[in-house]
């Protein structure tokens, strides 16, 4: 076979191996001819003219990136250690390529400022107690700032909520310090019922005074039920009363 030939059949090779993309179905391909944008290409197999046109690939796929521990101060001024994850993908290929140089960077440092801008403006049981509002509050505000860039942030979670030992031996005080509060104050509309029920049954027992005698004979047969080696009578004083009173007259 002819040298020339075969030079031939292998710049022919060359062209078509730099010519022909193949692209999965979670990319696509930004085209840029002589440096200039035109247009998206993909999935599926990508003709290029050689030397005029490249590609760069996009990857379309749900991104998890992990937020950096971040110092936070909190609203009553609570030194804390807080963490997240973000949920992103590429929803605008050209934007992504052509918006910003790394738009993984720009989305991880976008993410540590919100997160230290936004958890600053609320209190320690707030961080603690309402995760999903400020979830969601992050998570607004990302997709916003990231819209020019075509990315779309979908998920952002607060992961841990690191405190020092000091102030978790602080928490756990005024925790029981609300507990023992919550225990006297049930404590005592307890005692305030039962006094009101008192109350209302002896209002209700001095307008009957028969019924001051059933109260004590029922009580008579409760004590008698008892296994007891010795038993008290109790003698009402108005009993004694009407005795004295028949003796005397």
Known sequence: ????????????????????????????GVVLTLGRYTGTKGPGLIVLIPLVQRMLKVDLRTIVMDVPSQDVISRDNVSVKVNAVVYFRVVDPAKATLKVAVYYDAISQLAQTTL????????????LSARDKLNNDIQIILDEQSDPWGV????????????????IRAIARQAEAERTR??????????????????????LLAREPLAIQLRYLQTLIDIAGEHNSTIVFPLPMDLIGQLVGGKKG
């Open 1 to 28: 076979m002819p040298t020339a030939l075969v030079t031939l059949l292998a710049l022919i090779v060359a062209a078509l191996m730099l010519a022909l993309r193949v692209l999965n179905e979670y990319e696509r």
């Open 152 to 167: 779309k942030v979908s998920t952002v979670e607060i992961k841990h909520v690191d405190i020092d030992e000091s102030m």
């Open 182 to 203: 919550r225990a006297k104050v049930i404590h005592a509309e307890g005692e305030m019922q039962a006094a009101q029920r008192l109350t209302e049954a002896a209002a």
């Open 116 to 127: 230290r801008s936004v958890l600053g403006q609320h209190d320690l049981d707030e961080m």
